[in-house]
């Protein structure tokens, strides 16, 4: 028997029935529990006295969760309970969290027909859709994990993952990141598997730990053996970083995922910003980037393009990137780019092979290009005007298109899920000149002095995240 049929005919049917509802929960803070002292009962809804359905050969018992040693541990084991045989184990959050970073430390259980899983789940026992997200480690292989996400019912299929480890002798790191069109699979740090559009949950979710066995699910969780003694799955910690929060713990994925900033450039905060040095893009540019020509006082960044010899090019140019990769979101700017055939200054993002530009021409400084790349093929490119001076431009970036705009107002947009870029990128900002491309940005005319891209201000926006100040497009 597939998961899929199985599932969809013995679980709903078990979520429906038999799930004592808990009290409508809260939306959830962002936490930390290392599971130092007694259970926290305020967070935890200990689960006794009932199971999911026919497809469950055991029934919750309050009695198999118990913290100690600083871990969660709950147990499945043989001692009867109500009409089942067996006793199995659950927790779950009194809260529901949304969007954000979940996180787990964790050892599974060793046996034939059980599942050691972290996950959240909401569905019509709770007068909502049925959306989850889930770990689950099959006992008849520990060295494998699951990952999979429902949305009104429908599996994306369910991945398995190899572990690092076994994680029935060894804790292994599990993490999830959840954000509006994308969800982002972790294990040990490491990225392995994502999730876009329609395979993410939109609703908020009830956090579980659990462990259970299944008679009739063979095909999927292998036959049902009882190992002869009670077998456990440990949590030594579980955590929950609300998106736009920052990271709890060293260490945490929560603080490889870029919170919302806005830099006004008081100063240049070498912390968030790289400052390029010393090489350039390619035999295209006729300048080196040079850390000198970038300055930022008086609440301007200065990004310069000079006469100056640099490297073995004839000019210096000026570019800052940040340090954290950024996701989907609201990029903006106020900016005022330089004016001079054969030079272009840019906001853009840039990963390999993908990007999203928003590039003023110097050729003619009322214009700017807007576009997106895939596979370093341009799409959906128009040239859009622009008034003198400074101007607010911005984009929002989300998993089936990208919205660009200009004084506040939408402009363009590029509606190509397929095509749009997915991956985490780092965000530019660069001008620089070309002796070579002189269709796109026109032939180089030395402008005989030092031109200064400047910009006012730079904010990212995550998605989930309140707008930042006024007048912001992501106030919209």
């Not at 199995?88 to 970073?101: D, F, K, M, N």
């Not at 949950?201 to 002869?228: C, E, K, N, R, V």
């Not at 021409?361 to 576009?371: E, I, N, Q, S």
Request: net charge negative; glycine share 10%; proline share 5%.
């Amino acid at each position: 028997m597939s998961r899929s049929t199985a599932i969809v005919a013995t679980l709903i049917l078990g979520l429906l029935t038999l799930i004592p509802v808990q009290p409508a929960a809260a939306a959830s803070a962002s936490f930390i529990d290392r599971f130092d002292g007694a259970l926290d009962t305020s967070r935890w809804y200990v689960s006794d006295g009932w199971n999911n359905g026919a497809h469950q050969n055991c029934q919750f018992n309050k009695d198999n969760v118990r913290v100690e040693s600083g871990a969660l541990t709950i147990t499945f084991d043989d001692k009867a309970y109500g009409d089942r045989s067996y006793s199995c184990a659950e927790v779950q959050s009194r809260t529901r969290p949304s969007y954000g970073t979940f996180e787990t430390r964790m050892k599974a259980a060793k046996g034939s027909g059980l599942n050691s899983a972290f996950f959240s789940y909401i569905g019509p026992v709770h007068d909502q859709p049925w959306d989850e997200i889930d770990f689950e480690v099959l006992g008849k292989d520990t060295t494998k994990v699951e990952v999979n996400s429902w949305v009104n019912g429908t599996s994306s299929g369910g991945f398995p993952v190899a572990l690092p480890a076994d994680s029935a002798s060894a804790y292994v790191d599990l993490a999830y990141v959840w954000e509006p069109g994308r969800l982002r699979f972790f294990v040990n740090g490491e990225p392995v598997k994502t999730l876009t559009g329609a395979q993410v949950p939109t609703h908020d979710q009830i956090l579980f730990a659990q462990i259970w066995g299944s008679d009739p699910l063979s095909g999927w969780m292998g036959p049902f053996t009882y190992p002869g003694h009670p077998v456990e799955a440990s949590y030594d910690y579980i955590a929950y970083t609300k998106l736009g929060d920052p990271c709890q713990f060293a260490g945490s994925i929560a603080c490889s995922v870029t919170t919302s900033f806005v830099d006004d450039f008081d100063t240049l905060d070498t912390s968030r910003w790289y400052v390029s040095d010393g090489w350039n893009n390619g035999a295209h540019q006729n300048c080196t980037w040079d850390r000198d020509q970038v300055t930022a006082s008086g609440g301007v960044l200065n990004l310069s393009f000079a006469k100056t010899p640099a490297g073995d090019r004839q000019y210096a140019c000026a570019e800052i990137q940040t340090r954290q990769h950024l996701g989907y979101g609201t990029y903006e700017a106020r900016m005022k780019g330089v004016d001079g055939s054969g030079l272009m200054s840019a906001m853009f993002t840039y990963v390999t092979g993908e990007a999203i530009d928003i590039k003023v021409m110097g050729r003619d400084a009322g214009m700017v290009k807007l576009l997106a790349w895939d596979d370093r093929t341009p799409l959906g490119e128009r040239l859009v005007p622009v008034p003198e001076g400074f101007v607010d431009v911005g984009m929002v970036w989300s998993a089936g298109r990208v919205d660009f705009y200009v004084g506040g107002t939408r402009v363009h947009s590029i509606a190509d899920a397929a095509r749009l870029p997915k991956l985490d990128t780092k965000l530019f900002l660069n001008v620089w000149g070309s002796d070579t491309l002189t269709e796109h940005m026109g032939p180089f005319t030395d402008p005989g002095q030092t031109l200064t891209f400047q910009v006012d201000r730079v904010a990212y926006t995550a998605p989930g995240t309140p707008c930042q100040f006024t007048g912001s497009i992501a106030c919209a």
